[in-house]
């Protein structure tokens, strides 16, 4: 069974930073590329970066360019994203997602997280 299970979200102040891990079990995690995403209440679900599976491409929404870093450990099946200059326009539950999608970046997502909520106040 497949799992991405996301941590480390939570409250924190604008201009803040939070650092979000998303741990895979039941899959090669190597063969992916990995992607996170947010939903804002009442909003789609939208891209904001993605990773390459051996971490020699990165992707980023232009909201979150210079400011967000997406990186990964394969030996620790582990996906992260370091949030800095949080603002309240940050505020979403965040998923991880992983791909094993040959395009770039990935148009097809096999693989999704539960979610973590991520909240900055003003």
């Known amino acids: 069974q497949v799992q991405l299970v996301e941590s480390g979200g939570g409250l924190v102040q604008a201009g803040g930073s939070l650092r979000l891990s998303c741990a895979a079990s039941g899959i090669t995690f190597s063969g992916y590329a990995s992607s996170w995403f947010r939903q804002a209440p009442g909003k789609p679900r939208e891209f904001v970066t993605s990773?390459?599976?051996?971490?020699?491409?990165?992707y980023y929404a232009n909201s979150v360019k210079g400011r967000f870093t997406i990186s990964r450990d394969n030996a620790k099946n582990t996906v992260y994203l370091q949030m800095n200059s949080l603002n309240p326009e940050d505020t979403a539950v965040y998923y991880c997602?992983?791909?094993?999608?040959?395009?770039?970046?990935?148009?097809?997502?096999?693989?999704w997280g539960q979610g973590t909520q991520v909240t900055v106040s003003s």
């Open positions: 990773i390459s599976w051996r971490s020699d491409t990165t």
């Open positions: 997602e992983a791909s094993g999608d040959s395009n770039w970046p990935p148009l097809k997502h096999d693989y």
